[in-house]
């Protein structure tokens, strides 16, 4: 069956730049997560949506980073004014339930800031 | 969550068994040890997770001390595309917090 979707595969944007990406979660998910990973880190956790609310936000790292989710099924993360920082990969996951379940991952976004 | 110790990298040979460490001395009893892989390029891969018995799927085993304290994952016969960084997560079963929090992982080379 399809897997975790993540549009665009790959993003050069200019910095102070506002950029969206899309992540389309396996059908009938109700937990997503969005993380971002750095060149040699592990995933760094983001956000978390339990249906249409952000469940735990507590991973954005100021307020040029919001997401939304509001249907519970597509999630969009805005970046506004991006920083030469904010180049990294970021992922989405989805799961069952917001429990033990398994995350499932998507391909990831490599966002480049110039 | 209770942090996990994992050596940098590791190798091994193809056909034989991998055995990746994970100290966790810090975990607590709701928590379980989760193990997920990452491919070059790829998004990170559920592989096993477990309380305290021993688990077992059609990847890998997952053996954990009596104490908790350590687990071990154990690739049977490792392929080459078993190459991949393993991490090897703490994590309460439900609730708000159930976010996973990744280190820096163990990267494992199989050899042909």
């Known amino acids: 069956g399809a897997g975790v979707s993540q549009t665009p595969s790959n993003k050069v944007t200019e910095k102070g730049k506002y950029v969206e990406l899309r992540c389309d979660p396996i059908s009938g998910h109700t937990a997503l997560y969005w993380y971002r990973q750095s060149l040699g880190q592990g995933p760094e956790f983001l956000i978390y949506?339990?249906?249409?609310?952000?469940?735990?936000d507590s991973g954005l790292p100021n307020d040029r980073f919001f997401a939304v989710r509001p249907e519970g099924s597509v999630s969009t993360l805005k970046i506004q004014r991006t920083e030469r920082g904010d180049s990294a990969v970021y992922l989405c996951a989805s799961s069952l339930a917001g429990t033990s379940d398994e995350q499932y991952f998507g391909p990831g976004t490599r966002l480049t800031v110039t | 969550d209770a942090k996990t110790t994992q050596p940098p990298s590791m190798d091994c040979a193809e056909g034989r068994a991998a055995n990746l460490p994970c100290n966790h001395s810090?975990?607590?009893?709701?928590?379980?040890v989760y193990w997920y892989r990452q491919i070059h390029s790829q998004g990170p891969q559920y592989i096993i997770h477990?309380?305290?018995n021993n688990e077992t799927n059609e990847m890998a085993s997952l053996i954990i001390t009596e104490d908790r304290k350590s687990s071990t994952l154990i690739l049977p016969h490792a392929t080459l595309r078993d190459t991949a960084v393993y991490y090897c997560?703490?994590?309460?079963?439900?609730?708000?917090?159930?976010?996973?929090?990744f280190g820096k992982g163990i990267t494992l080379s199989v050899r042909p």
């Open positions: 810090t975990i607590s009893g709701n928590e379980y």
């Open positions: 477990g309380l305290k």
């Open positions: 949506f339990q249906g249409t609310g952000a469940a735990d």
């Open positions: 997560i703490v994590r309460v079963a439900a609730g708000a917090n159930s976010k996973l929090t």
